[in-house]
């Protein structure tokens, strides 16, 4: 069990993690242009439909916070004195805000895809300086990606099918469980969401692929 002071300091990452994530500069910066995201575009209050809705500048805004917030909140949670696993657990509560902003009653979120972009790129960096992941291990999944890109021209494939290999690694990683743990719960959250949107717009490319049978 957690002593009293650790666990309060937990609560409070985690805390600052939803809120960090509650943040949506798509939302803010359409509304400063008298814009309704959610009403532009894919209707979703993140990078991708900032670029399309806002241009470049407020894009790149939007894309440099979403891709950040999470890794910011694991710094911030070490900053206060929390441990691995909690630390960790405050970037996950990043995705968690995007998607249920708590300023947003909860409601009118994006898919979280940034956040758990920067988490991913972040948790890789950790695993190759610790040596859970080898320079051969991320090769591969590289190489993976752009096969998988080269024959169906899909972003959504390349998650679907490299993410797998991912989490199968880190399964066997010799990394302490909370790590593990991290990678795989952020790998999934992007395989599923790019799976929910792919089984909604099926590409003519991915049609072959994934919606056959």
């Known amino acids: 069990m957690l002593p009293i002071d650790e666990t ?23 509304r400063y242009k008298g814009i309704d995201i959610r009403s532009t575009g894919d209707g979703n209050p993140g990078t991708v ?10 894009g790149a805004i939007t894309a440099a916070y979403d891709i950040s917030v999470g890794v910011i909140a694991i710094e911030i949670a070490r900053l206060i004195g929390v441990s691995e696993g909690p630390a960790y657990a405050a970037g996950i509560a990043a995705i968690v805000g995007h998607r249920f902003p708590a300023f947003g009653r909860f409601q009118g979120g994006g898919q979280g895809m940034g956040a758990s972009a920067g988490l991913l790129a972040y948790g890789v960096a950790i695993g190759l300086v610790n040596g859970w992941l080898s320079a051969t291990e991320i090769a591969i999944l590289v190489a993976i990606l752009l096969v998988t890109f080269a024959l169906t021209r899909s972003d959504k494939l390349m998650a679907i099918v ?52």
């Open 8 to 30: 309060l300091r937990a609560v409070v990452a985690l805390a600052i993690g939803l809120l960090l994530g509650s943040v949506l500069p798509a939302d803010l910066l359409a």
């Open 49 to 58: 439909n900032a670029f399309r809705a806002l241009g470049a500048g407020f």
């Open 162 to 213: 490299m993410l797998p290999g991912l989490v199968a690694i880190m399964l066997y990683a010799q990394a302490d469980w909370q790590f593990r743990a991290f990678m795989i719960v952020v790998a999934m959250h992007i395989w599923i969401v790019q799976a929910v949107l792919i089984r909604r717009s099926p590409s003519p490319r991915t049609i072959w692929w994934w919606s056959r049978g």
